[in-house]
């Protein structure tokens, strides 16, 4: 029996990252919150790592907005030899965000999902609303995106 691996990559802005700090130091726990981005790349990339090499016990489903971390994966399953469509690997990002990263996975024969939060609109908005943020917070990301959505346009025009 296999199991389905989840990853999400999620940075969290920094009100959330105090707020998380602050109970974690109330509560006499160690923070949960990473210190930098680096770091949280770096266990997103080794969590990564983990769930390539036990394919034969898990499946992989990968939800990153980070071009970065979707290339990571690509580049580790070619030096495996995994065929871009493994059936035990799933890459995705959030409905309406980084398109430009699910078209360009899918036209090299990867296996996509676009995912969509649900639930009560009191627990959905703030989520999307971060997700939103952190989306466009990613060093130039949006206007990168803008950019090629108006090239395809381009090219579908002409």
């Given at each position: ?13 920094r009100a ?76 995705s990002q ?65």
């Amino acid at each position: 029996m296999a199991y389905i691996f989840i990853i999400f990559y999620c940075s969290f802005p920094r009100a959330y990252m105090e707020k998380e700090r602050e109970r974690a130091k109330e509560k006499g726990y160690p923070s949960p919150i990473h210190t930098d981005k680096i770091s949280t790349d770096k266990d997103f990339d080794d969590a990564i790592s983990f769930c390539l090499d036990n394919l034969d016990k898990m499946h992989l489903f990968c939800g990153s907005h980070n071009e970065d971390s979707n290339m990571n994966l690509c580049k580790q399953m070619a030096k495996m030899g995994l065929l871009n469509d493994d059936k035990r690997i799933t890459l995705s990002q959030l409905l309406g965000m980084s398109d430009p990263i699910t078209f360009n996975l899918a036209a090299h024969g990867y296996n996509v999902a676009k995912y969509v939060p649900y639930g009560p609109i009191r627990e959905a908005m703030p989520y999307l609303i971060r997700r939103a943020k952190e989306n466009t917070s990613v060093a130039g990301q949006t206007s990168r995106e803008l950019t090629l959505i108006r090239a395809e346009i381009a090219r579908r025009k002409s």
